[in-house]
């Protein structure tokens, strides 16, 4: 059954239904026989409008978890005052279809007054240069987007009580800063991070993908391409920044100018000289057309 997927070629069929569940309350109980049990809880955090890449991340919690939660929230702490809270794209019938497919238990998906009531006022922030570089530059989308990820992470923290928690490794810098929180502050979850998952010529999927014109679509491919070059330059020249000049090649022929093309520490996102000792994350972020897009890759340490 063919359910008029924005994704080409993405072909929704039917099966098990997940149980969705609107209430903090409400998903406690539904999730305390199996913790009285022992058995591990796997949380998959979600915006919705679902693509492969979170659907490879519901996979990975099915094949290693007892019971299975996909949080659905467009959360709107995490979205700046121009960002495109309003026009994000949303679906959640498909969403849980395709839930249900993944083998998803039970879907989280509360109203925003749910998890922000009147009178909201706590927040969760890790401070400090792995928020205020990169997207948290306040220049771009800023620490307060972190703040607003870090705050909606922890209270689905706190509600769900997850053994294991996946996200994708295409929101590099989201995954380090929510590593960060959970060890400073012990939350008892392991984050699993997931490999970023691609259309065929290498474009990251992303549901912000769907405003890209076919022109600007076309473009876009340009990133992966970038940081495909960046990687090989980098290895073959033992230099990062000749890494750095063949992705700004690579985007330039695209008529693509990054808002930022950086070389980091893939852990702490502090600035890196060279190649040797560490991971190395080579991070983009770029407007094509419509939709502001992000990918990265890691570089692993030359031996020696
Ligand atoms: O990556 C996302 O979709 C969001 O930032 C997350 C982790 C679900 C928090 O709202």
Known sequence: ???????????????????????????????????????????????????????????????????????????????GPNEDLDSYPRDEERDLRLAGEAGVDFVFAPVVEELYPDGFAAAVEVTGGLTSVLDGDPARRGPGHFRGVTTVVAKLFNIVGPDVAYF????????????RMVRDLDFPVRIEVMPTVREEDGLAMSSRNVYLEPADRARAVALSHALAAAEQQALARDSLDAGLAAARIELAAAAIEPEYLEARDAETLEPVEGLAGRPILVA?????????LIDNVVIEPLAG
């Open 1 to 79: 059954m063919n359910l008029d997927s924005p994704f080409p070629g993405d072909t929704v069929t039917t099966s098990a239904a997940a149980r969705v569940l609107r209430g903090v309350e409400e998903l406690r109980a539904a999730l305390g026989p199996a913790r009285r049990e022992g058995r591990t809880i796997g949380l998959v955090p979600t915006m919705g409008f679902l693509h492969e890449g979170h659907v490879s991340l519901l996979r990975a919690a099915r094949a290693e978890c007892d019971v299975v939660v996909m949080s659905l929230f467009v959360n709107p702490t995490q979205f």
């Open 168 to 179: 994708g490794q295409k929101d590099a810098q989201q995954a380090a800063v929510i590593k």
């Open 284 to 292: 983009v972020a770029a407007q094509v057309g419509g939709a502001r």
